[in-house]
């Protein structure tokens, strides 16, 4: 019994009055004789948790009950909720926009002579280090499920670290059996690898209970698995299992395809992009679109300073992005230099 309880019973006394606003409702007031009631109570707490405490000692005390008002409580599922299936087509298709072959094709050939971080470190070169092909399609997904947030060559270091770590192969019981600590040092380079470390451990479980320890074939039970998202699922298909059945939209496609012009209106977010891009481009250029242009994003088109000056779109015109070269500033004329001299010197 608490100090509080004590001194209701010992030294206070409920008095019950009708109340001025509803004569069908009793008012319980507490009345005290002797003791001061809050010298029990702690001088940390506040107002409101002393004031809380003291109605439902009084309740308790007097038998009385306050109607409280509450959220109704939903009772809980027998089985868990499923997740909404991925998008795969617009209701209405959006138009293809005008001379996207010629651009397409354009940037193609700049490619043809570009050499990109993506070419020789992106995720489809996590397989080439695997023997069994279900160690070689675990660790394409893998590392794409480390290379959100992360750079290409941060990305395939750690996927290098990570298959020492476990003794030359990346397999889902390798990762089961591996401390956690041993998966975190391994890509501690990554962006947001304590999360990511969750979630290559949890996923590799999920994995194991559920798929044969092999990574799906639908993009469904792909975005399912902890860490995965669209383009993540549609990538690993398209890497792992030779399945066509979506564009893998990252931030390089997102925003050089918006640079373009090719969404009417501009696209908010990646998702956005790739439903728009699905709708019009032909289905044998959605595998390739990916590689394209990020390797295109990484070395011309980049973020922040594009190099529109090397870019064929910008001298063609057909780039409503495309940046004028500024103007240098005009160099001063120099002073003239003149010379003093004494005779006879």
């Not at 940390?44 to 004031?51: F, G, N």
């Amino acid at each position: 019994m608490s100090a509080l309880k004590r001194t209701l019973r010992q030294s206070a006394r409920l008095v019950e009055n009708a109340s001025p606003y509803n004569a069908s409702v009793t008012l319980v007031k507490l009345e005290e004789e002797s003791s001061n009631v809050q010298e029990f109570e702690s001088p940390r707490r506040s107002k409101r948790v002393k004031l809380e405490e003291t109605v439902q000692d009084i309740e308790e005390y007097a038998n009385v009950s306050t109607p409280k008002r509450s959220k109704a409580k939903r009772s809980p599922s027998s089985s868990p909720k499923k997740p909404k299936p991925i998008p795969q087509s617009l209701a209405t298709p959006h138009p293809a926009p005008e001379r996207w072959r010629e651009v397409y094709d354009a940037i193609k050939a700049m490619r043809s002579n570009i050499v990109a971080p993506v070419d020789s470190m992106g995720s489809d070169s996590a397989q080439l280090k695997e023997k069994e092909p279900q160690n070689q399609r675990y660790a394409t997904l893998v590392s794409l499920m480390l290379s959100s947030q992360t750079k290409d060559e941060v990305t395939d270091a750690a996927v290098k670290q990570l298959r020492a770590a476990l003794g030359g192969s990346i397999s889902v019981q390798g990762i089961i059996d591996a401390e956690d600590s041993t998966i975190a040092e391994a890509i501690a380079k990554v962006g947001f690898w304590r999360r990511k470390t969750q979630y290559v451990k949890q996923t590799a479980i999920r994995l194991r209970d559920e798929f044969d320890s092999d990574v799906p074939k639908t993009v469904d039970e792909l975005c399912s698995l902890p860490g995965v998202g669209p383009k993540m699922a549609f990538l690993a298909l398209q890497i792992a299992w030779n399945l066509n059945h979506g564009i893998g939209v990252d931030v390089h496609v997102h925003r050089i395809t918006n640079r373009l012009g090719w969404h009417k209106s501009p696209t908010k977010n990646p998702e956005e992009t790739r439903l728009n891009l699905q709708s019009w481009l032909p289905t044998e250029l959605h595998p390739e679109i990916n590689h394209l242009l990020v390797g295109f994003g990484q070395m011309v088109c980049l973020p922040v300073g594009p190099k529109c000056g090397e870019c064929t779109l910008s001298l063609a015109g057909t780039c409503p992005s495309a940046q004028k070269p500024k103007a240098g500033k005009l160099k001063k004329a120099a002073k003239p230099v003149i010379e003093v001299s004494l005779e006879g010197a």
